[in-house]
């Protein structure tokens, strides 16, 4: 089983309406409730294989917005321990997939603005975007048998965008962003300067907070 459907939205707390919370929740957390909990009497007799699709969102905190969008994915994360650990007596494994800025739909507005991709790309440390592909191979491992020993674990595919954290991150002033809850793009069109990893300080353990604020 892979629970992959969600929607995305770039408000903060303070902009997030309650009708926005509850849908991006529903989606985003019980749909994959839902969908595990029908698999899983299924699988009991056999084993099977559930892998949840969070995101770089559930692992790490955006002072740039997604607030539901990232309460959602965190959730994701700690649901699919919880099927993990409840159900490894039945062979029935669990793992989530977290990535990072991937070209898909959910975030075509910065992927068709040549200016904003070319800021995304230059944010990863492996200094490129991530495709569908990269994320599809993922799952596909923690799906087979290749992964049979693999269960309650967090896979990250995000260029290394969580492996540090931007030093200069603490001068940049986010208030225009905050109090609109906008993201990115927005931030460009507020002229709100945001730095590239080409001119930036990589501190390692510490999460990223600017380069893991997209799905």
Same mark, same amino acid.
């Given at each position: #089983?892979?629970?992959?459907?969600?929607?995305?939205?770039? *408000?903060?707390?303070?902009?997030?309406?309650?009708?926005?919370?509850?849908?991006?929740?529903?989606?985003?957390?019980?749909?994959?409730?839902?969908?595990?909990?029908?698999?899983?009497?299924?699988?009991?007799?056999?084993?099977?294989?559930?892998? *949840?699709?969070?995101?770089?969102?559930?692992?790490?905190?955006?002072?740039?917005?997604? %607030?539901?969008?990232? %309460?959602?994915?965190?959730?994701?994360?700690?649901?699919?321990?919880?099927?993990?650990?409840?159900?490894?007596?039945?062979?029935?494994?669990?793992?989530?997939?977290?990535?990072?800025?991937?070209?898909?739909?959910?975030?075509?507005?910065?992927?068709?603005?040549?200016?904003?991709?070319?800021?995304?790309?230059?944010?990863?440390?492996?200094?490129?975007?991530?495709?569908?592909?990269?994320?599809?191979?993922?799952?596909?491992?923690?799906?087979?048998?290749?992964?049979?020993?693999?269960?309650?674990?967090?896979?990250?595919?995000?260029?290394?965008?969580?492996?540090?954290?931007?030093?200069?991150?603490?001068?940049?002033?986010?208030?225009?962003? !905050?109090?609109?809850?906008?993201?990115?793009?927005?931030?460009?069109?507020?002229?709100?300067?945001?730095?590239?990893?080409?001119? #930036?300080?990589?501190?390692?353990? !510490?999460?990223?907070?600017?380069?893991?604020?997209?799905?």
């Amino acid at each position: #089983l892979i629970n992959n459907a969600a929607i995305y939205s770039r *408000n903060g707390v303070e902009t997030t309406t309650e009708e926005e919370w509850n849908d991006i929740m529903n989606i985003n957390v019980k749909g994959p409730f839902l969908g595990s909990r029908l698999a899983i009497p299924f699988m009991k007799s056999g084993g099977g294989s559930i892998v *949840n699709i969070s995101s770089v969102g559930g692992l790490v905190g955006s002072p740039l917005g997604a %607030a539901a969008y990232s %309460a959602s994915k965190g959730a994701i994360r700690l649901l699919t321990k919880s099927i993990a650990i409840q159900y490894a007596k039945n062979n029935i494994r669990c793992n989530s997939v977290h990535p990072g800025t991937i070209d898909t739909d959910m975030i075509k507005d910065a992927m068709d603005d040549p200016i904003l991709y070319e800021d995304r790309r230059k944010r990863i440390p492996m200094l490129k975007i991530g495709s569908v592909d990269d994320v599809a191979y993922g799952v596909l491992y923690l799906a087979s048998d290749e992964s049979s020993f693999v269960t309650g674990a967090e896979l990250v595919i995000d260029g290394g965008s969580t492996d540090g954290t931007i030093e200069e991150v603490k001068k940049l002033d986010f208030k225009i962003i !905050q109090q609109k809850g906008k993201g990115l793009g927005d931030a460009y069109r507020e002229g709100v300067k945001i730095p590239s990893s080409e001119n #930036l300080i990589y501190n390692s353990p !510490q999460p990223n907070p600017i380069a893991g604020d997209t799905p």
